[in-house]
């Protein structure tokens, strides 16, 4: 088999996804030997991967915080200065935010385990999930958030490699 992209050359290894041949030059071009199609793929859902994330994170913080502007409206019976608004805002921002982290880090550690468990053992299972991950979010979220923003640039290095 000769080598997808050099017809002439005689491939040393093929895609790992595909089976394309590759030649030497072609197969050390990203770390593991991949053609170029089917590493952009793989690229492109990681990229979909975190910008899905990105958003269900936007929309957890949005949805608690329009909660809280909600549930506080009828009760408040202290003013409070626009800057002290802004301030609690922001943290429950953060809090509904840091729950997606926080679920995804422990969804991410425990392994694949299928619990047969009556429907109030998982209504339990997920409570217990719920109120962890909104405590290790408060870490978790600058965490995972400087670790995908370095990925993303590093996968436009890769998507760059001519
Ligand atoms: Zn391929
Ligand atoms: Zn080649």
């Known amino acids: 088999?000769?080598?997808?992209?050099?017809?002439?050359?005689?491939?040393?290894?093929?895609?790992?996804?595909?089976?394309?041949?590759?030649?030497?030059?072609?197969?050390?071009?990203?770390?593991?030997?991949?053609?170029?199609?089917?590493?952009?793929?793989?690229?492109?859902?990681?990229?979909?991967?975190?910008?899905?994330?990105?958003?269900?994170?936007?929309?957890?913080?949005?949805?608690?915080?329009?909660?809280?502007?909600?549930?506080?409206?009828?009760?408040?019976?202290v003013e409070y200065s626009t800057l002290q608004n802004i301030f609690t805002f922001i943290i429950v921002f953060y809090s509904g935010a840091s729950i997606v982290a926080g679920w995804k880090t422990l969804t991410a550690i425990t392994p694949n385990i299928f619990l047969f468990l009556p429907i109030i053992g998982w209504i339990l299972f997920f409570m217990i999930k719920l109120f962890i991950a909104s405590l290790i979010g408060w870490f978790m979220l600058p965490i995972r958030w400087i670790r995908k923003t370095l990925r993303w640039k590093e996968l436009n290095k890769i998507e760059a490699i001519p």
Do not use: W
């Open 1 to 77: 088999m000769n080598c997808f992209y050099h017809p002439t050359i005689t491939s040393v290894a093929s895609c790992v996804d595909c089976g394309k041949g590759l030649c030497q030059d072609c197969a050390n071009r990203y770390n593991t030997p991949i053609c170029i199609t089917c590493n952009h793929r793989r690229i492109k859902s990681e990229k979909q991967s975190i910008l899905k994330e990105l958003i269900i994170t936007l929309i957890a913080g949005g949805v608690l915080t329009i909660f809280y502007m909600f549930s506080t409206q009828e009760t408040s019976d």
